[in-house]
């Protein structure tokens, strides 16, 4: 199994950015797919989630700002943020639903 995302930076308050995450190893069409941060002395929490067929699901502190979304012929998930906050920052990783195994994670900082 690998997982590599890609698509973090520095940007202001408000702003956008897309991640992305390329999967390999396994199965990708039939796997439910998730995100994942992590904020520095903060435990892991729970991004979102996007089901075989696309439905996605949101934790509260990002519902209305953040978009799962999936491309099975590329294997790959995206995260699109948007309105992002300065509590945004953190370390994003991908993983599967049901595992902990994840990528590297990308550094998304929020910050004028």
């Known amino acids: 199994v690998q997982l590599v995302e890609s698509g973090g930076g520095l940007v202001q308050p408000g702003g956008s950015l897309k991640l992305t995450c390329v999967a390999s190893?396994?199965?990708?069409?039939?796997?439910?797919m998730r995100w994942f941060r992590q904020a520095p002395g903060r435990r892991l929490e729970w991004v979102g989630s996007?089901?075989?067929?696309?439905?996605?699901y949101y934790s509260e502190a990002v519902r209305g700002r953040f978009d799962l979304s999936r491309d099975n012929a590329k294997n790959t998930v995206y995260l699109h943020m948007n309105s992002l906050k300065p509590e945004d920052t953190a370390v994003y990783y991908c993983?599967?639903?049901?595992?902990?195994?994840r990528g590297q994670g990308t550094q998304v900082t929020v910050s004028s």
């Open positions: 996007v089901s075989v067929a696309g439905a996605s």
């Open positions: 190893g396994f199965v990708f069409n039939i796997t439910r």
């Open positions: 993983s599967r639903v049901g595992d902990d195994y």
